[in-house]
């Protein structure tokens, strides 16, 4: 296997459309950088920011990585891979506007040609807090709903609480007897979620 330096070469854009018109949306000029890049580091810190002292107080957001390169034609003969390091675990990479994470490049790739690969990755999603309501039917009861902050004074004995850091706490006692919990969180965006959990 032959290992190729990607680092050089990049241009970073912050993120706000939607992935899909990013990856599809040739000709955008950014910062030209060279990997690696925290673009996150370079924006003003502020003490309002929903995640707080988890991100350092920077607003953080989504960032759009971009490379331009030539596939050489005798590419085509063997698989491509691309490897990211440090690349945080929310994000989405496009490769000529296909989409995947661990991304074998070969099948993508226009060999000869110009190819352009898009990494928009962030934190928009993970720390945002949500109104998040649970219930429980079946063999079991909620006992318990929190944010999950460790140093929360808030009340635990309702079926709504504030998501923190992108999770919630809920207890659920189970029943006596044998059969099926159905535990629902739906969130104050629309999204909607089933567990089920078996008590035997």
Known sequence: MIRENFNAGWQIEKGGQSPFVSAFSAGQQGKAVHLPYDAMIHEERDPHTPSGSQSGFYPGGTYVYQKQ????AEWREEPVYLAFEGVYQVAMVYVNGYADFLVELSPYLQY?????ITDESGQDDLFHQHSLTVSVKGAGTLEALGSAIPSSEGRYDT????SYDGYCLAVVRAAETPGTNCLTVAADNGEEQTLLLQVR
């Open 69 to 72: 390169f030539t596939a050489p």
């Open 112 to 116: 000869g040609g110009e190819n352009r």
């Open 159 to 162: 079926g709504s609480a504030e």
